[in-house]
């Protein structure tokens, strides 16, 4: 009686706060509105604070009317985080086309405000272009939003403070889908501890398409967990309205099975019946899209060695037909990883932090013709090991360019001391262009690097002139 009681009081106010967020753009809609009300029922708590349900948007742009939504949950870990890291991953590779019909949300699942203002500032400053464009959002919840979680029962054979850490997980789960669910057409359900498969977004994205005259209810593009899992944006209420009603009773995952099991298991059927009429609404894709990576688990002191068996190896460098050529490094390899197996397609470059002056030379012996140049710098493994503030410069053969960089064309390239033109630089991790035709044939190709850098870096595609190079001929 008292949780009804404190539902009616919190209808009036739940409407109020609903018109006034509306007012401020925040992403609460008239479907919301329902759902929202539905929360005070199953969260009588909430009731005490007229802004308990209010996201706290610390970065935001509004973006809607997009294909795909991906939700990323995260919390304070007491060991590693693999959040930029899996940012990293999801942004590596994706086309302008996909960012522009792509949001990547995350939810940061603490009421700590300190620690929330300074990871939004670390992503910020990590993805400065995804934020202002709208492609990256943070959010996190009021400090009402959580009940005491003093009253639960140890079910399962949990510990209590596992019977904690799943019951939070469920309502973290729903905060994120309540919020998401206005802004695209597709929902997936990712964690803060996995890398993607190259081409992940396009394949998603086909896949659903293709199945819009089917009924499903769930897709999985990954066998582990809650990782992978997308949903309808339509369906996102019922599915929550379904978890906020057994949020204390069991973990997620054992909660979308019970969901997919109301919808199309015949009681007086046996389980096999039910696994067949459970499998029409549930669309499993292989390989798998998403790999868990974590080994520290949320959990505190929990070790989770889960790996997807279904995921398969990915490509973790591109080979090129580069021409005979000596190279050069002040980086500093590690173990086998070296610049000449990068070089010549035979694996990639991995170095330790680069320092200011720090550069990779490639010589030719005789000169070369080159067209265009492509350097990708980290891969799927390791996203974020990528070249900053690093320019292309090349070495013309010809001298008398250099005594006449002031006139024409040449006007608009800098020269350095040592007799090399800055032709390009690395832009999110990637250096790609041209190299002007009057430069002619070239004696080196330089990455220089200006700054020091706070991680490794990694090179997975290395070629001063992809497409097309010519040699001098005697």
Not at 93 to 121: G, H, K, N, P, W
Not at 281 to 306: A, C, D, M
Not at 421 to 431: C, E, L, S, T
Request: hydrophobic share 35%; charged share 20%; proline share 5%.
């Amino acid at each position: 009686m008292e949780a009804k009681r404190l539902f009616c009081q919190a209808h009036y106010r739940a409407a109020n706060l609903l018109a006034e967020e509306t007012k401020k753009d925040v992403n609460i809609t008239g479907n919301h509105k329902y759902h929202v009300l539905n929360a005070y029922y199953y969260l009588p708590h909430l009731a005490q604070s007229e802004n308990s349900l209010r996201p706290n948007v610390a970065i935001g742009q509004g973006r809607t009317n997009v294909s795909l939504v991906l939700g990323i949950p995260t919390v304070k870990r007491e060991k590693q985080n693999y959040l930029m890291d899996t940012l990293n991953s999801l942004l590596y590779e994706l086309s302008q086309e996909e960012r522009s019909d792509c949001i990547i949300i995350v939810f940061i699942a603490e009421t700590d405000v300190q620690y929330v203002d300074s990871l939004a500032a670390d992503i910020k400053k990590s993805f400065p272009s995804e934020v202002q464009s709208g492609l990256l959002e943070v959010v996190s919840p009021s400090p009402g939003f959580y009940p005491s979680f003093t009253d639960l029962k140890e079910t399962f054979g949990d510990t209590r403070e596992r019977v904690k850490w799943r019951t939070k997980q469920n309502l973290d789960y729903s905060f994120l889908m309540l919020y998401a669910q206005d802004k695209g057409r597709f929902y997936v359900q990712l964690e803060d501890d996995i890398i993607a498969r190259t081409g992940y977004f396009q394949t998603m994205k086909n896949v659903a398409l293709q199945k819009t005259s089917v009924e499903w209810m769930v897709m999985e593009f990954s066998q582990l967990g809650f990782i992978g899992k997308m949903f309808n944006t339509y369906d996102l209420p019922l599915i929550v309205e379904f978890i906020l009603m057994f949020y204390k009773d069991k973990p997620i995952d054992w909660l979308l099975d019970h969901i997919l099991w109301v919808k199309a298991c015949h009681p007086e059927k046996d389980a096999k019946h039910c696994d067949r009429q459970k499998s029409s609404l549930r669309i499993r894709y292989k390989p798998s899209l998403f790999q868990h990576v974590g080994t520290h688990s949320s959990l505190p002191g929990k070790i989770q060695n889960l790996k997807d068996k279904d995921f398969g190896k990915q490509i973790l460098h591109k080979a090129h037909t580069n021409p005979s050529a000596d190279i050069t490094t002040s980086l500093t390899a590690y173990q086998q990883f070296s610049i000449e197996k990068a070089y010549y397609g035979e694996n990639f470059f991995w170095a330790l932090q680069p320092v200011s002056g720090d550069h990779i030379t490639i010589s030719f012996h005789p000169p070369v013709t080159v067209k265009s140049y492509l350097f990708r710098s980290g891969n799927i493994e390791h996203p974020g090991d990528k070249l900053f503030n690093t320019s292309v410069e090349v070495q013309p053969a010809n001298k008398l360019l250099l005594e006449n960089m002031n006139e024409g064309l040449l006007a608009k390239y800098e020269q350095t001391k040592d007799g090399y033109v800055r032709i390009g630089a690395f832009v999110n991790g990637v250096a790609e262009g041209e190299v002007p035709p009057f430069m002619e044939k070239v004696t080196a190709v330089r990455l220089f690097i200006h700054s020091n850098s706070p991680v490794w870096v990694l090179l997975s595609e290395v070629t001063p002139g992809y497409d097309y190079y010519k040699a001098n001929t005697p």
